[in-house]
């Protein structure tokens, strides 16, 4: 990763933090935690919000370009690609990915894909979000 890169995904992350902290107050019943190398989910608009934990990389990649010589041309270059439409589409990726990291950190998620129930009961391993909140739903009326 570029240098500062890091220390600028470290201060975006840190900044979503707070807002879905707030966010966090409403607490939707079932969100979705996921990511693009992973098999396509069944019934994700079961799913009040879905994150998806790789996209930074993704978006990283898509902005990259051949050295062009020297630090002055690529600057400018690197400017260029920033501003432009796909500049900006990769940054809101990298915004959405670093939410996705902050949420899932925050809730202890520890493997992919997983399905979160009223920010209390995470299944893990399944691919169909129904299944999953209806193993959840069998959970606690067995309690």
Do not use: C
């Not at 470290?10 to 966010?23: D, E, K, M, N």
């Not at 992973?38 to 919000?49: I, M, S």
């Not at 898509?62 to 501003?83: T, W, Y």
């Not at 900006?88 to 202890?108: D, F, K, L, N, P």
Request: charged share 20%; hydrophobic share 50%; no cysteine.
């Amino acid at each position: 990763m570029w240098p500062g890169v890091s220390g600028m995904l470290r201060a975006l992350i840190a900044a979503l933090a707070l807002q879905v902290g707030a966010t966090h107050a409403a607490d939707p019943s079932v969100w979705v935690f996921t990511a693009d190398r992973l098999p396509a989910l069944q019934n994700v608009d079961r799913a009040d919000r879905l994150f998806v934990l790789d996209h930074a990389d993704n978006a990283l990649k898509k902005l990259s370009f051949p050295n062009p010589g020297s630090e002055v041309a690529a600057r400018d270059k690197a400017m260029l690609i920033i501003q432009s439409p796909r500049g900006h589409a990769a940054i809101a990726r990298m915004r959405e990915s670093a939410e996705a990291t902050t949420v899932a950190w925050q809730h202890g998620i520890e493997k992919l894909p997983a399905v979160l129930v009223d920010a209390q009961f995470v299944v893990y391993g399944v691919y169909d979000v129904t299944a999953a909140v209806d193993q959840i739903a069998r959970y606690r009326d067995a309690r």
